[in-house]
């Protein structure tokens, strides 16, 4: 490889026809795929007062297990569960459906921060990735659950460097999935399921109501009472309540700068025909991710369509949500060169629904837990884009602290200890653009990171792709 070509990386190298791009965008939905269509009961807005041992703020997978598992751990107990929109709408079905065991997004991240307790934290993830299986089948839940595994792969030649002794070469992964793109790879068989995001928000919502929650849609919690909660409309009085409000401003003063919104975007195809589909391979189903510090998320549906997301990962200044931020041209035909990149024999295809959604990024990759109130408030948020499995820990984890239990999970230290938060405006900006230019320049040199992301990755900060 020449020099300069080592500067670029493959998808730079071999770009897509821009009017093929264009051609396959047209059409194309501006609506999470995952949402679009989906039956959905009507649950009711707050209205006036209600009475509940617990309540949850938050109606996307972090809320909506604590619900059940509340419940599970004992049905006597009065749950109410308010949403300030719909169920699952935000992070909950906007994500790729990746439900990883990993707790610590990814061993590297977890074993930088807790050396002494990553096995354990491993074994964790795993237990509480086969909980979730076991919980799907017990309550017939129908997600499109497949314990399939993950596929990482190398696409650019330093990568390979990466990769463990005795890893897949080339040929080996193109022998599971062929895109002229795969230099080498790693593939973990029991790590990682794919479900559908969307049917897992709303059908852990049905369970919660069928075990007895009570559930409150437009219902946006505007403040922490010493009684409970508090919203446009009416009040919760609980003994206990938890927070998992995920990306949006926290309802606690203190963690009103340990997590920025990062916006993620995401294609779905339309599905592959069987010739299609036999020519790229893809047998085993497995969700893929490329090794990159701008990283490329993708997997098959149960329909066969192709989700392909990530590589962009923007942050707009001032931590704000909102809906203008999602259409972004420049990172959809980006989605769409790459996709074509790394499977030029699917050129042609169609793009049926583009979106993004805000992920709940922190300094530490992976979610934080605490309490308030003097114990009578716990929360969660953090989880940096690896929460559909994460967020059932946390929801026990959030029950365990409540209860006051002395449990293994509330003696972690990553449960004990809170990540550095963002400084506020302009320097986060400011901070958060200098980043993402350095992680880029990594991508083109090699994998060299220069001072700032080792400065960074010596104080256990960052920001991640």
């Not at 009065?78 to 610590?104: K, P």
């Not at 995001?197 to 009472?225: C, D, N, Q, Y």
């Not at 203008?324 to 980006?334: H, L, V």
């Amino acid at each position: 490889m020449t020099a300069e070509a080592s500067r670029t990386t493959v998808f730079e190298r071999e770009p897509a026809d821009p009017a093929v791009v264009r051609e396959a965008l047209s059409g194309s939905r501006l609506a999470p795929f995952w949402l679009d269509g989906v039956e959905r009961p009507e649950h009711p807005p707050l209205s006036g007062l209600e009475v509940a041992d617990l309540v949850i703020v938050g109606g996307g997978y972090a809320g909506l297990w604590t619900a059940v598992l509340a419940k599970e751990r004992n049905p006597e107990t009065r749950v109410v569960l308010l949403e300030g929109e719909l169920i699952g709408w935000a992070a909950s079905g906007r994500n790729g459906g990746f439900c990883e065991a990993s707790l610590t997004h990814g061993r590297e991240n977890g074993e930088s921060r807790w050396p002494d307790e990553i096995d354990r934290l491993d074994e964790l993830g795993l237990e509480n990735l086969d909980e979730i299986e076991a919980t799907v089948a017990k309550y017939g839940m129908d997600v499109d659950f497949e314990r399939t595994g993950q596929l990482s792969v190398a696409v650019e030649p330093h990568q390979v460097e990466w990769l463990e002794e005795g890893s897949l070469d080339a040929d080996g992964v193109r022998a599971l999935v062929d895109s002229p793109t795969y230099l080498g790879g790693e593939l973990d068989t029991e790590g990682c399921a794919m479900v559908h995001p969307g049917k897992l928000a709303l059908e852990l919502a049905r369970v919660a109501v069928e075990l007895g929650v009570v559930i409150h849609e437009r219902s946006a919690v505007t403040e922490l009472t010493d009684n409970g909660v508090r919203t446009g409309r009416g009040e919760v009085h609980a003994a206990k309540t938890v927070l998992a409000t995920n990306v949006f401003p926290s309802l606690l003063k203190r963690n009103s700068l340990m997590t920025v919104p990062v916006y993620d975007y995401s294609l779905m195809t339309e599905p592959l025909t069987p010739e299609q589909l036999a020519s790229i391979g893809w047998d085993g189903r497995y969700g893929i991710a490329d090794m990159g510090n701008q990283f490329h998320y993708y997997r098959l549906t149960a329909d066969n369509r192709i989700l392909f997301g990530g590589y962009d990962a923007i942050y707009h200044p001032g931590r704000k949500v909102k809906g203008a931020y999602e259409d972004r041209p420049e990172s959809y035909a980006k989605l769409m060169s790459h996709l074509l990149t790394t499977f030029p024999q699917l050129e042609g295809i169609r793009i049926s629904h583009r979106w993004a959604g805000a992920i709940d990024t922190c300094t530490r990759y992976c979610a934080y837990f605490g309490t308030a109130r003097k114990g009578k408030v716990a929360y969660t948020a953090g989880f940096t884009g690896l929460g559909v499995g994460a967020t059932r820990f946390a929801a026990n984890v959030m029950l365990d602290l409540l209860a006051g239990e002395d449990t293994e999970r509330t003696r972690l230290q990553m449960v004990k200890e809170r990540p550095l938060p963002f400084p506020p405006e302009p320097v986060a900006a400011i901070g958060i653009g200098m980043t993402q230019w350095s992680l880029n320049q990594a991508d083109h040199r090699e994998g060299r990171r220069n001072i700032l992301l080792r400065t960074l990755d010596r104080f256990g900060l960052g920001f991640d792709s």
